[in-house]
């Protein structure tokens, strides 16, 4: 059971739209649409940002959405604003009822 | 609105057990599984299993050896036992609640040192 591969870092400019990518396997990612998201600032815990690839919980922005093609999730923040700025991780099921995390991304707003 | 606390030691000796304990209030414990994950400083998370209220675990693969998590529904409480622990457990400890693969809550995480 290996970490989703996800970039380390990822930038843009307030009110761009960036994408991370999350890259897992066919015994992960690829067989299930059992992928989440969390967004964690520093010294905080996560937050649950998407879950079910791409279902939204009450009270996230809409400018957070989510999607996933094959073995690869991807995470999309459109209207890119300075609180965004945070560390991202997704999370997929990987069978046998196990839970594997990303790596982990660092969005910067320039 | 379920919340999370994690309670226990914030040191522990090599080769010894780490040993903590959530306490869940605002919700019912039979209505998630309770999952601990955790966070070395400066890496990522790592799940690191779950258990239910009926008493059923499942846990990561990579710690299963050295992992026991319990419950006590009578308190709402579930624990997490790590034995023969060494620097590499070092670690920021959640304690959280999941459903369908999702974590839709978490405490605010414990630090937890190894070292002598």
């Known amino acids: 059971q290996s970490a989703l591969t996800q970039p380390a870092s990822v930038s843009g400019s307030p009110g761009q739209s960036i994408t991370i990518s999350c890259t897992g396997t066919s015994s992960d990612v690829g067989s299930y649409n059992l992928v989440s998201w969390y967004q964690q600032h520093p010294g905080k815990a996560p937050k649950l940002m998407i879950y079910e690839v791409s279902k939204r919980p009450s009270g996230v922005s809409n400018r957070f959405s989510g999607s996933k093609s094959g073995n690869t999730a991807s995470l999309t923040i459109s209207g890119l604003q300075a609180e965004d700025e945070a560390d991202y991780y997704c999370?997929?099921?990987?069978?046998?009822?196990?839970?594997?995390f990303g790596t982990g991304t660092k969005v910067t707003v320039l | 609105q379920v919340q999370l606390q994690e309670s226990g030691p914030g040191l522990v000796k090599p080769s010894e057990t780490l040993s903590l304990t959530c306490t869940v209030s605002?919700?019912?414990?039979?209505?998630?599984?309770w999952s601990w994950i955790r966070q070395p400083p400066g890496k990522g998370l790592e799940w690191i299993g779950y258990?239910?209220?009926?008493?059923?675990?499942n846990y990561n693969p990579s710690l299963k050896s050295r992992v026991t998590i319990s419950v006590d529904t009578s308190k709402n409480q579930f624990s997490l036992k790590l034995s023969s622990v060494t620097a590499a457990d070092t670690a920021v400890y959640y304690c959280?609640?999941?459903?369908?693969?999702?974590?839709?809550?978490w405490g605010q995480g414990t630090l937890v040192t190894v070292s002598s």
């Open positions: 959280a609640g999941e459903l369908m693969a999702t974590i839709y809550y």
């Open positions: 999370c997929s099921y990987a069978g046998s009822s196990t839970l594997v």
């Open positions: 605002g919700g019912s414990i039979s209505s998630y599984y």
């Open positions: 258990i239910y209220y009926s008493g059923s675990t």
